[in-house]
């Protein structure tokens, strides 16, 4: 089975896709239909209480299973396999460790505002690509659970679209998140509260 795949998303290999869970699945628009229930109960999970330890790889993997678990057996679990985005798979979880404590630093000493704190954080969480997928959505996630809850700031409207879909807005992230690898951080800090 294959699944088409939106600009800069993260193509599945064949041993992950045996990970689907609901075996009728066929297309993309059933997959993303599954994957956004279960995104949604995450949210209903996370309405009921104050996510604490936010900042750990084991509450990110915790968000990761609670958002997909009911689709892919790997949810939760780090990535095991290359990618076409991310680090190399064996460096994931010290990567994790080194953003959660330059994020402690960052918020104990006020480095950036907390927009930027958030821009920064997302931008690596994705650029370390934790899972096999559905990093995007997951890092967008935990990036306004973080501003919520650490700083009591409003989420983010992220460009008010639906990035999971290809299209001018999905680009935009896309093109501003690149301009991250590159370190100016400037148009994801637009676009983030655009
Ligand atoms: N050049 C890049 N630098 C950093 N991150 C990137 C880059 N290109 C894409 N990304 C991130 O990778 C994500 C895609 O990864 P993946 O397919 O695992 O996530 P997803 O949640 O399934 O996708 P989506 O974001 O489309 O919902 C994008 O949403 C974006 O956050
Ligand atoms: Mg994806």
């Known amino acids: 089975m294959e699944f088409a795949n939106a600009q800069g998303a993260t193509p599945l290999d064949p041993n992950e896709i045996n990970g689907l869970i609901p075996s009728h699945i066929t297309t993309r628009t059933e997959l993303d239909r599954w994957e956004q229930d279960n995104i949604n109960?995450?949210?209903a999970w996370l309405d009921k209480r104050r996510p604490r330890d936010i900042l750990s790889e084991s509450f990110m993997r915790e968000l990761h299973k609670k958002m997909f678990c009911h689709v892919w057996?790997?949810?939760g679990k780090l990535r095991q396999t290359e990618k076409n985005l991310g680090i190399p798979f064996y460096r994931?979880?010290?990567e994790l460790k080194n953003l959660c404590d330059d994020m402690q630093y960052w918020i104990e000493h006020q480095t950036f505002d907390s927009d930027e704190i958030a821009?920064?954080?997302?931008h690596r969480l994705v650029y370390i690509h934790p899972f096999a997928n559905g990093n995007g959505r997951h890092a967008r996630l935990i990036t306004d659970i973080l501003l919520e809850n650490v700083f009591n700031q409003p989420p983010?409207?992220?460009g008010q679209a639906n990035l999971a879909q290809t299209g001018q807005d999905r680009t935009r992230y896309i093109e501003s998140l690149v301009a991250a690898d590159h370190g100016d951080f400037l148009p994801l800090l637009k676009f983030v509260r655009s």
């Open 41 to 43: 109960e995450a949210l």
């Open 156 to 158: 983010l409207t992220w």
């Open 119 to 122: 821009v920064r954080f997302h």
């Open 92 to 94: 994931i979880a010290v």
């Open 73 to 75: 057996r790997w949810a």
